[in-house]
T-cell receptor, first 116, second 115 residues
Framework: DGGITQSPKYLFRKEGQNVTLSCEQN?????MYWYRQDPGQGLRLIYYSQIVNDFQKGDIAEGYSVSREKKESFPLTVTSAQKNPTAFYLCASRPGQGHQPNYGYTFGSGTRLTVV | GQQLNQSPQSMFIQEGEDVSMNCTSS?????WLWYKQDPGEGPVLLIALYKAGELTSNGRLTAQFGITRKDSFLNISASIPSDVGIYFCAGQLVAGGTSYGKLTFGQGTILTVHP
């Protein structure tokens, strides 16, 4: 079955370390997104990519980096510059522009990152 | 970045009661979506709305796309314990180009159902 896989489910990081969260999809979707979720604040967009080898900053990109070398993969690196990285991270994907109807995003099951 | 105004923030209801939540925005959207998130999981799409005034049902769930294209509501009838979770509204902007497909999310409504 097609879907989005995020790994690991739980991740612990020491302060000052970089850490990479994995997101893989086999839905043949063009666009992929990374969101951060904190209690009471909903979903905030970190980065998104409409096509391979291209990505744009979202609303809270500082301290994060991404790459999109393959259509199926959109890893997120949380760098030491991110001052408060403890959060629940969600990856999502959707078909590209021109694909109708638009059923919105398909989400992964998330990665909970904790800084220790 | 912009977020939708979703209310209420939380609800505590008895099993069997009906539930209503809504979202408003200062921007016009061409698509409204409603998601449900179970604890520790990603959101799952419940209902998608594509036209102003559209009323769509999915089992006990009913959602409407506001006439002004700046609001939407979700109703759940005869709630059951498995309805517990966080409900998010999301709007998709009209603009194309790099903004195409970008969703803006509400802050979520936390629903608790007492048996």
């Amino acid at each position: 079955d097609g879907g989005i896989t995020q790994s690991p489910k739980y991740l612990f990081r020491k302060e000052g370390q970089n850490v990479t969260l994995s997101c893989e999809q086999n839905l043949n979707h063009d666009a992929m997104y990374w969101y951060r979720q904190d209690p009471g604040q909903g979903l905030r967009l970190i980065y998104y990519s409409q096509i391979v080898n291209d990505f744009q900053k979202g609303d809270i990109a500082e301290g994060y980096s991404v790459s999109r070398e393959k259509k199926e993969s959109f890893p997120l690196t949380v760098t030491s510059a991110q001052k408060n990285p403890t959060a629940f991270y969600l990856c999502a994907s959707r078909p590209g522009q021109g694909h109708q109807p638009n059923y919105g995003y398909t989400f992964g099951s998330g990665t909970r990152l904790t800084v220790v | 970045g912009q977020q939708l105004n979703q209310s209420p923030q939380s609800m505590f209801i008895q099993e069997g009661e009906d539930v209503s939540m809504n979202c408003t925005s200062s921007s016009i959207f061409n698509t409204w979506l409603w998601y449900k998130q179970d604890p520790g999981e990603g959101p799952v799409l419940l209902i998608a709305l594509y036209k102003a005034g559209e009323l769509t049902s999915n089992g006990r769930l009913t959602a409407q796309f506001g006439i002004t294209r700046k609001d939407s509501f979700l109703n759940i009838s005869a709630s059951i314990p498995s309805d517990v979770g966080i409900y998010f509204c999301a709007g998709q902007l009209v603009a194309g180009g790099t903004s195409y497909g970008k969703l803006t999310f509400g802050q979520g409504t936390i629903l608790t159902v007492h048996p």
